[in-house]
């Protein structure tokens, strides 16, 4: 059975910031794509990043680029979320996820695709 667990989240100030950590156990770790997504009060879940199987490739939304940093580790089981400069709409609950039968090289940025999902970690971020 595959686990998915977030920590790291938290409050901050302005242009403090923070990094989000997820373990993924029970799986193929290696072989998943990585996600990370966010969802704030009444609204959908949007993309923010993910990382390829590989781990050689990542890929951004628009807002976050060149601030957030997503890796990952696989002898640990665990991906990262660098979050750097946070702005206050960047608060939100944070969810990390897996996507199981990854090409390789693949990037993927849909929700929908995923199939492991973590129970999430709040980011709250103050003026």
């Known amino acids: 059975q595959v686990q998915v667990v977030e920590s790291g989240g938290g409050l901050v100030q302005a242009g403090d910031s923070l990094r989000l950590s997820c373990v993924i156990s029970?799986?193929?770790?290696?072989?998943?794509?990585l996600g990370w997504f966010r969802q704030a009060p009444g609204e959908e879940r949007e993309f923010v990043a993910v990382i390829t199987a590989s781990g050689g490739g990542t890929w951004y939304t628009h807002s976050v680029k060149g601030r957030f940093t997503i890796s990952r580790d696989n002898p640990k089981n665990t991906v990262y979320l660098q979050m750097n400069n946070l702005k206050p709409e960047d608060s939100a609950v944070y969810y990390c996820a897996g996507k199981s039968n990854s090409y390789y090289y693949e990037i993927y940025q849909e929700k929908e695709l995923y199939n492991y999902w973590g129970q999430g970690t709040q980011v709250t971020v103050s003026l």
């Open positions: 029970g799986g193929t770790f290696s072989r998943y794509a």
